[in-house]
């Protein structure tokens, strides 16, 4: 056993050391990078957090934080040297406090993301936070991702319910900022350098979350429609007739679709009609749910008459509006049976998403012809996940992925030219790390390493990942 190893186990108990065995936490849930740790430590406090960091900056060696392990760009996996040290805050999943008044909630940083919306739940208020790996994810993961899902429309990305934030810094220092404050100007709000930072700055080992209240009633409906541009006029008419009610507005392509009825022969489409594309769509509100349903109807009646939509399908109760969620939530998986697909998570200004669609569609189509593109996701926050799937006649699935970085100039530069960003909602990690070089100002770079040299002079927190 490594000199290291020992001094580890002395902090967090022989246990909680992981010297051999690295399979749970050295690859990502694609199956795209595969690290080789040194070790990975387990602490179960923020205070052996902390002392594991210490002796990591007097060895200089190098930390991987991770939660989860459900990351989508490699933030959380290590190098293949063998030199560093995943710490892993998956032990650290108590929930402090539930403050119904303050409508916060304080919590460690390895709680799973579910087990943060049951618990929620049961004191009658809501966690907004919702993605289709919210099982696995743990909320330190989901603060360092800045994640997103499917209800930021109406609650906003993660960086909106995080209130006060504890955490270690590269040094072994530890900055107690759990504050459920809404009102604190006084100076930098040093907690928002954390969130989205995907662990290059310091480890989280705690946060203050915003509740909201219990929605008494959701309605999910299932939408066919033309085109994306039709999309988007039924977002502007739901948006109109149901104000900020609309909680969730995610678009689907027939061909998305068709992978997760391909792959999950047990779910079916709610419309079975041949229809190019759908939306999913979630209205919440703290009236009773009759009411709520006679509204959609009538909103959802008049954009048939006015030709916006071409039919719809409304839950007719929980468990209905849960199987039509379970297509949207397979849509990630049903991609990995069907082969490696060119992935993107863009941003596009939300009126923009129609022509951009067009403009990559075409390009890639003349580049590829044939290509098989998937096309689906949070089309209300202007975020589509544009995954880029081997024509059948020119292309095999391993000669396809030899095309990732010809099709990634093709959708990048098209999504910059419609002043997009590259990253909605998974990050940079190690996968985008040299493409964000060509798309963000190098003042803004600049920057950014400023701020990663102020707090990690030697470098050891999570080097590599973003920039
Ligand atoms: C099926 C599926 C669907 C998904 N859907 C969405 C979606 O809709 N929206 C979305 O935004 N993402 C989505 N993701 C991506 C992923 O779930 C999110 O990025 C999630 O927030 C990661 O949380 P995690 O606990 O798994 O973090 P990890 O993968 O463990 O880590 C992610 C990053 O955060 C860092 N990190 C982890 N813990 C800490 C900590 N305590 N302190 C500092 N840094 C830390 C890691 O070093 C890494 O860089 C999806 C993933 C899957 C597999």
């Known amino acids: 056993m490594s ?21 749970a936490y050295a690859n990502d849930w694609r199956k795209k990078y595969f690290g080789k740790p040194l070790l990975v430590v387990k602490p179960g406090t923020a205070a052996e957090v902390a002392a594991v960091v210490k002796l990591c900056a007097e060895t200089k060696t190098s930390i991987v934080p991770q939660a989860g392990n459900t990351g989508l760009v490699g933030g959380g996996v290590p190098d293949e040297s063998g030199t560093e040290v995943i710490i892993s805050v998956a032990r650290m999943n108590k929930v402090l406090e539930v403050d119904t008044i303050n409508n916060t909630m304080t919590v460690e940083a390895g709680c799973i993301l579910q087990t943060l919306q049951e618990t929620a739940a049961e004191h009658d208020r809501l966690f907004p936070l919702s993605l289709a790996a919210e099982g696995s994810c743990r909320i330190g993961g989901n603060i360092s991702t800045n994640a997103g899902g499917v209800q930021v429309l109406r609650y906003g990305n993660t960086r909106e319910l995080v209130m006060g934030l504890q955490v270690v810094l590269p040094s072994g220092e530890l900055w107690d900022g759990l504050r459920g404050l809404r009102k604190d100007n006084t100076g930098y709000d040093l907690k928002h350098l954390f969130i989205g930072a995907e662990g290059t700055l310091g480890i989280i080992t705690a946060a203050v979350l915003k509740l909201f209240p219990a929605p008494r009633a959701t309605q999910t409906a299932f939408i066919a429609l033309e085109s994306p541009q039709k999309a988007l006029d039924l977002l502007s008419h739901m948006k109109g007739a149901l104000g900020d009610r609309l909680t969730a507005f995610e678009l689907i392509s027939a061909f998305g679709l068709s992978l997760v009825t391909k792959y999950f022969p047990q779910l079916k489409s709610p419309l079975p009609g041949d229809y190019p594309w759908f939306v999913l769509t979630d209205i919440a509100d703290s009236r009773d749910a009759a009411a709520l349903t006679e509204e959609v109807e009538v909103a959802l009646g008049v954009a048939l008459e006015r030709e916006i939509i071409l039919d719809c399908a409304i839950a007719k ?33 939300i009126s923009k998403i129609a022509e951009f669609i067009s403009a990559a569609d075409a390009a890639l189509e003349a580049a590829y012809p044939g290509v098989r593109i998937i096309t689906f996701g949070h089309v209300g926050d202007g975020n589509l996940h544009y995954n880029i799937a081997h024509p059948l006649a020119t292309h095999t699935e391993p000669n396809w992925v030899k095309e990732w970085e010809k099709v990634n100039l093709i959708v990048h530069d098209t999504t910059a030219k419609f002043n997009g960003s590259i990253s909605a909602e998974h990050g940079i990690g190690q996968l985008k790390r040299e493409e964000i070089k060509r798309y963000k100002a190098p003042l803004e770079l600049a920057v950014m390493r400023q701020i990663k040299v102020a707090l990690d002079p030697q470098n050891i927190m999570n080097p590599g990942k973003v920039i």
């Open 3 to 23: 000199d290291l190893a020992a001094k580890m186990r002395a902090i967090v108990g022989d246990a909680n050391v992981i010297t051999d065995d690295f399979a």
């Open 317 to 349: 109760n929980e468990t209905e509006g849960k199987r039509m969620w379970e297509l949207r939530e397979n849509m990630t998986e049903s991609q990995v049976h069907e082969g490696r697909s060119i992935k993107h998570d863009v941003s596009i200004p």
